[in-house]
């Protein structure tokens, strides 16, 4: 039995998915580490509230967790010492250099991470792919660790994370399922039962799918494929809707309703964010195309280049209607996450839509209930199209949404924050120029209410 977990990665998944390990098998002592000394001293502070990733529900996990069996540590080695299981939950970026610059995953952290696990090993362990990983890395790993170890035994095993952020707390609480694949050696099937034993503590048994080590890595990809097409298809009919007069909304409700396409994931939006989709998709892109495969990976390209078209379209259609100059004028951004209740803005396409209007000469001013200025600006350096100095002239940051709108042309919602359907509207048009636009990039506002006020309102996928 497993008495003593380690996590390397104490990120967007490797935070909340100990916490909630750790809450849910007080027997277990979890300990989650990472070289980013700041955001450990952060899972550390003694406000909880002041924990580095914001997730409805996480504080008060680790609240209840923190100090009586889960632990945040700078102390890797120490940690990888101690365990018998390790889960591997490091960041797998998409490579920005060399072969499959711009589509392979950047596996050097999870290479990293197996090689200081090989060196500090002197006991048995069970190494735990919980990264999102292209399929058959686990035999990279095996490699390293068999070829560089100790002499001890591994056995790796893949169980790779569904939770999406916004909502980590209720998936890990109540997950459609649970994936685990492993060896199919005695060892591996041993191995593989372990930790189904730790998930039993909370996940019904037929929840917990075991499988293959292949099966399970490419599951993982896949699931992410699956979810970004729908959204990609749901926005490519956005455009037509435009065009012939039906409404998006009504589309999806349509076809959602048929069950066997399902209602779920057919939200038309500005464009799908998040740090996994695109550089998932990217990564079964450079897979297939790395045996040959090229049909199926231009099929599952279309996916981001049509993500790609639905930001930069959001940003023209304002352009245009602002009479095509934006030159000087003031836009408001309710929202700058990728999606609600996170404070998470990677791949946001609110970083592109500002992006193309700050090239445009337009200003900004941004609110975000739980994104601040250092971020923002941080979001927008990050692409190099301006010098830093032009980012912090050309964009605002405010605390609330009534100043980011006092004196603005036009308001875009890039986020669908719940706080912002309950504006006094009215007030926020009084204090606007006229004509006063709203950009609504997640079809959250009231269309008609607001245009009984006076807005100039377009959604997405509707006239
Ligand atoms: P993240 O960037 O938030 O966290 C990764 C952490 O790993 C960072 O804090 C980094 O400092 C740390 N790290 C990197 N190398 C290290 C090393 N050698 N030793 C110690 N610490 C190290 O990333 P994330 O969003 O948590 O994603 C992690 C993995 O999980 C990715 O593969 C991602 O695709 C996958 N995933 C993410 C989500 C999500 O919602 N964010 C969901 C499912 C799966
Ligand atoms: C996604 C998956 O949903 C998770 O299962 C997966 O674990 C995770 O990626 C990952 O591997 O990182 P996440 O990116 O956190 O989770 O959030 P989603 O809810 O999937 O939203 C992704 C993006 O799609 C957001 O920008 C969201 O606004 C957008 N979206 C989603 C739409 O535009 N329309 C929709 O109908 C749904």
Known sequence: MIKNICCIGAGYVGGPTMAVIAQKCP????????????????????????????????????????????????????????????????????????????????????????????????TDKIVVEKSTLPVRTASAIKEILEHTGNGVQFQILSNPEFLAEGTAIEDLFAPDRVLIGGDTSAEGQKAIETLVAIYANWVPRDKILTTNVWSSELSKLTANAFLAQRVSSINALSELCEKTGADVNEVARAIGMDSRIGSKFLKSSVGFGGSCFQKDILNLVYIAKSYGLNEVADYWEQVIIMNDHQK???????????????????????????????????????????????????????????????????????LETRSEDANKKGVQVVDNAYEACKDAHAIAVLTEWDEFKTYDWQKIYDNMLKPAFVFDGRNILDKKELEKIGFIYQGIGSR
């Open 27 to 122: 027997h277990i002592k979890v300990t989650v580490v990472d070289l980013n000394e700041k955001r450990i001293a952060a899972w550390n502070d003694q406000d909880v509230n002041n924990i580095p990733i914001y997730e409805p529900g996480l504080s008060d996990v680790v609240a209840e967790a923190r100090g009586r069996n889960l632990f945040f540590s700078t102390e890797v080695d120490k940690a990888i010492d101690e365990a018998d299981m390790i889960f591997i939950s490091v960041n797998t970026p998409t490579k920005t250099y060399g072969v499959g610059k711009g589509m392979a995953a950047d596996l050097k952290y999870i290479e990293l991470c197996a090689r200081q696990i090989a060196r500090v090993a002197k």
């Open 312 to 382: 930069r379209r959001f940003a023209k259609n304002i352009i245009k209607t602002l009479y095509n100059t934006v030159s000087g004028k003031k836009i408001a951004f309710l929202g700058w996450a990728f999606k609600k209740d996170t404070n998470d803005t990677r791949e946001s396409a609110a970083i592109y839509v500002a992006d193309d209007l700050l090239s445009e000469q337009a200003t900004i001013a941004v609110y975000d209930p739980k994104v601040g200025e250092e971020q923002i600006q941080f979001d927008l350096n990050y």
